[in-house]
């Protein structure tokens, strides 16, 4: 009997655990950096890949922050079911109503829309999945993963479009004894 439980013990030593909370690639794009025009819609991708278990269901997340220092704040939610869940500021009918979040591709792949872009807009999005299945009759969490990048908007008035690209321009009132050509005359010999 004692030689029987130590072989079992020793089964049970080899035997491989299951690995919770392993990585999953995830990929946003575009990315690092993304501008987009103030009134546009912009589309960010969220790539999932690495798939521990077959059978799985992903839950995807996106969060947003102002800043890399500001607090992220959950925006929307696709559960395991595939159900789509607003949260905060992001639940209330104007913000609801400018986000999308579909499944571009079953456990592959999910496009996040904001739609008409305000400058409240620009900051960090965050992209976190995590892969959850049926484990003993429970859910288990097998594997997690994230990926990040930054929208900034971008003017649609020419001046202020001039000053996000790093030309500052000078408008100068009609009363001024200069002449345009004197100006630009003056721009071109400082470049």
């Known amino acids: ?12 030593a ?7 909370c392993a990585a999953l690639n995830v990929t946003v794009s575009p990315g690092p950096v993304v501008d987009y025009l103030e009134g546009e819609n912009a589309t960010l991708l969220c790539h999932v890949s690495q798939k521990r278990r077959k059978d799985s269901l992903l839950a995807v997340r996106w969060f ?4 890399s220092d500001s607090q992220e704040a ?4 696709m559960t395991k079911l595939r159900m789509v869940q607003y949260y905060g500021n992001f639940s209330r009918s104007a913000k609801r109503r400018r986000l999308r979040l579909l499944e571009e591709q079953r456990g592959a792949l999910y496009r996040l829309s904001v739609l008409t872009l305000q400058p ?6 965050v992209c976190r999945v995590q892969e959850i299945s049926r484990h003993r009759n429970k859910w288990t969490a097998w594997s997690n993963g994230s990926s990040a990048t930054e ?17 500052s321009l000078v408008i100068l009132p009609h009363s001024l004894p200069f002449t345009t050509d004197l100006i630009m005359a003056s721009f071109l010999q400082s470049s």
Do not use: C, T, W
């Open 1 to 12: 009997m004692r030689l029987l439980a130590l072989a079992a013990a020793a089964l049970l």
């Open 14 to 20: 080899r035997a491989p655990a299951p690995e919770v």
């Open 64 to 67: 947003f922050a102002h800043s």
């Open 74 to 77: 959950l925006m929307v939610k």
């Open 120 to 125: 409240s807009d620009q900051g960090h999005y």
């Open 151 to 167: 929208m900034r908007g971008v003017s649609s008035h020419p001046v202020e479009r001039g000053a996000f690209l790093g030309i």
